[in-house]
């Protein structure tokens, strides 16, 4: 006589399926990221007196100037290492300009409602 499994199989997900949904996760939050830009909602950008583009945005987000994956990075460790870079002299030449660190390249101000004014500077 056959006993009966009493364990209970789980389904499985087909290969398909998973790199479907997988696409479509990431195809989501890309959308989700830009969404601000292409609903024409994102900050404008102005320049400033030495002539650099600024846009002030939330937390998070990137100025439209960070284009490029390398750009984007360097933008982001700008934002999560700020308070080291400040005590790094840029060599660009632009302490001509009023610039006293590194991270006036990237970051024009850490604003009090958690805002990020960004400037063009590094990325021109």
Excluded at 13 to 35: C, D, E, K, T
Aim: net charge positive; with cysteine.
């Amino acid at each position: 006589m056959k006993r009966k499994d009493s364990r209970r199989r789980s389904p499985r997900i087909s290969r398909r399926a998973f790199l479907y949904g997988a696409g479509a996760a990431v195809a989501g939050i890309a959308a989700w990221q830009l969404w601000p830009a292409a609903s024409g909602g994102a900050p404008s950008v102005t320049t400033d007196a030495i002539g650099d583009r600024i846009q002030t945005l939330p937390r998070g987000q990137l100025p439209v100037f960070a284009s490029g994956d390398e750009a984007q990075a360097l933008y982001r460790y700008a934002v999560e290492h700020g308070d080291e870079l400040q005590y790094i002299p840029c060599f660009c030449g632009c302490g001509r300009l009023g610039h006293k660190s590194n991270r006036e390249c990237y970051i024009k101000a850490f604003n009090k409602d958690g805002t990020v004014t960004f400037t063009s500077h590094a990325a021109t």
